[in-house]
């Protein structure tokens, strides 16, 4: 039987999963801070596609035109209020997706104060699997 390796965490004295330098314990952490630096690091790419997505003077054209064509909100719409829509909101959130960026069933007009309150959920809801180890 081949010798155990101790875990290398400093302060471990675990045995080493067989083919690895770290106990199970150590191991599980380690592949966490992986998980959390691989999903980080695609975030901020999709912040910067997003950036150039919302650059594009293609998209300052279209969002008026769509807001022309949808004057109200339709978050407030639904709840009998009538408010002036000044955001185009992706209703699936296009994560620098160009393909969802551009879909126009997939835009909705929304006041400003909508778009935050939807923006704010789906960062906190994005964060969430990412925190903690
Ligand atoms: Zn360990
Ligand atoms: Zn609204």
Redesign the pocket.
């Known amino acids: 039987m081949a010798r155990s390796k101790i875990?290398a965490?400093s302060g471990?004295d675990?045995i080493a999963l067989p083919g690895l330098s770290?106990?199970e314990?150590?191991e599980a952490r380690r592949q966490d801070k992986l998980k959390a630096r691989r999903a980080k690091a695609q975030t901020s790419e999709a912040a910067v596609l997003a950036r150039v997505l919302y650059s594009d003077p293609r998209w300052k054209a279209a969002r008026l035109a769509f807001l022309r064509q949808h004057p109200l909100c339709a978050d407030c719409g639904e709840l009998g209020a009538i408010e002036v829509a000044t955001d185009v909101d992706h209703v699936t959130p296009h994560k620098g997706d160009g393909k969802l960026f551009w879909n126009r069933s997939n835009w909705q007009a929304l006041c400003h104060r909508c778009h935050s309150r939807k923006t704010a959920r789906e960062v906190f809801h994005g964060d969430r699997g990412v925190s903690g180890n």
């Open positions: 875990c965490a471990c675990e770290h106990c314990r150590h």
